[in-house]
């Protein structure tokens, strides 16, 4: 059937439309005559007229709602269909722009920073209103792997991020180094230690400088930075040393590096 073809039902509806709104008008047109014929205060007609004219309107939208109810359920349908259809459609594309002004509200970032959201790990190098593109830097290092990997905004609505730049030139970076059941751990912590403050010895003042200097601005009690040890039991078989060093910001990797070899070569 053509979608524009009227079925009898509805042709039966829109005649007890047409017949309820005839009526309604009629009993108007009636219920104003007699109140002009009666000898009643022109306030009180008035104050008829009004409640005649409600109770009309009234009892018609009520009628037309009652006769048209099956087609107004179809339609309340349709609408919620559609509707849902949007909100799923366009789903992705609001979680991004809320991620975009989760972003720009909080400064959690900037370009030019190096962040890790989950897995990825990069330098920001474009911000946009749907997605944020980063150039990649190897995960256990601070060199850049030569790829652009480009993340859509809604993550920062789920997801927390770890701005390695927040704190500017310097920060205070930590190393995870194993040792073995039956090891001298004692001996392992000396010689991390020593190859920390080796590597680390020309970073300290001017990192001190700067952690002191963002302290003040955060307004929160500045941390040491000389290199420091503590102890972690994983298990019954194994401990783990973690170093906390300072470094600059974008020679984290070069740091690790360096105090992973000057350590190895001194145990062997």
């Known amino acids: 059937m053509n979608p524009l073809e009227l079925t009898q ?15 309604a008008l009629v009993v ?29 309107v009234l009892v018609v939208a009520v009628g037309l709602v009652v006769i048209w109810i099956d087609e107004l359920r179809d339609l309340a349908f349709s609408v919620a269909a559609v509707a849902v259809a949007v909100v799923i459609a366009t789903k992705e594309v609001v979680l991004c722009l809320a991620g975009a002004f989760v972003r720009t509200s909080s400064g959690a970032f900037s370009v030019g920073d190096r962040i890790q959201v989950g897995e990825v790990r990069g330098d920001v190098v474009e911000l ?21 990997v480009v993340i859509p905004n809604s993550v920062f609505v789920a997801q927390p991020v770890f701005n390695e730049s927040f704190a500017g030139a310097y920060g205070l970076r930590s190393l995870r180094v194993p040792v073995g059941a039956g090891s001298d751990w004692q001996a392992a912590e000396r010689r991390l230690l020593e190859a920390a403050r080796a590597e680390c010895g020309q970073h300290v003042e001017a990192a001190r400088r700067h952690v002191e200097d963002v302290a003040w601005r955060k307004g929160v009690g500045p941390d040491a930075v000389e290199p420091q ?10 401990t783990d040393l973690v170093l906390r060093f300072p470094a600059p910001a974008r020679a984290r ?16």
């Open 9 to 23: 039902a509805q042709y039966l509806r829109g005649a007890a439309s047409l017949a309820l709104v005839v009526v």
């Open 253 to 268: 990797g070069r740091v690790e590096q360096a105090i992973l070899r000057r350590y190895l070569g001194e145990a062997s």
């Open 128 to 148: 946009g209103a749907l997605t944020t593109t980063l150039l990649e830097v190897n995960p256990a290092g601070s060199r850049q792997t030569g790829r652009s």
């Open 229 to 238: 040890v503590s102890l972690e039991l994983v298990s019954q078989d194994r």
């Open 28 to 56: 108007r047109a009636v219920a104003h005559r007699a109140l002009h014929a009666s000898r009643l205060p022109l306030e009180v007609q008035q104050r008829w007229v009004d409640q005649i004219r409600n109770t009309a």
